[in-house]
């Protein structure tokens, strides 16, 4: 599982972290899988890294959430931003 895909992560240029818990073990899931954080120095187009990430045997899911929803609200403080899709 994580071995195998932290390095196809890795190999594509996407630096791949595990997430730790409080004591700096790395946090599993309720189905035991690690979860990987990904930084990019600039974040490809979402259709198609998701297409990457789809690809890579032992990948369970990936958190982009794409063609859910057609109108996203963001809250930045006191402040609401209201994004919709392009159609």
């Known amino acids: 599982g994580r071995p195998w895909v932290a390095l196809r992560l890795n190999a594509r240029g996407y630096n791949p972290r595990v997430r730790l818990t409080a004591s700096e073990q790395p946090f599993r899931t309720e189905q035991g899988n690690v979860i990987l954080y990904c930084r990019f120095k600039v974040f490809p187009e979402a259709a198609v ?39």
């Open 49 to 87: 890294l998701a297409e990457e990430l789809d690809s890579i045997t032992g990948l369970v899911e990936h958190g982009l959430f794409l063609n859910l929803a057609d109108i996203a609200v963001i809250g930045r403080g006191d402040e609401t931003e209201l994004l919709e899709a392009k159609t």
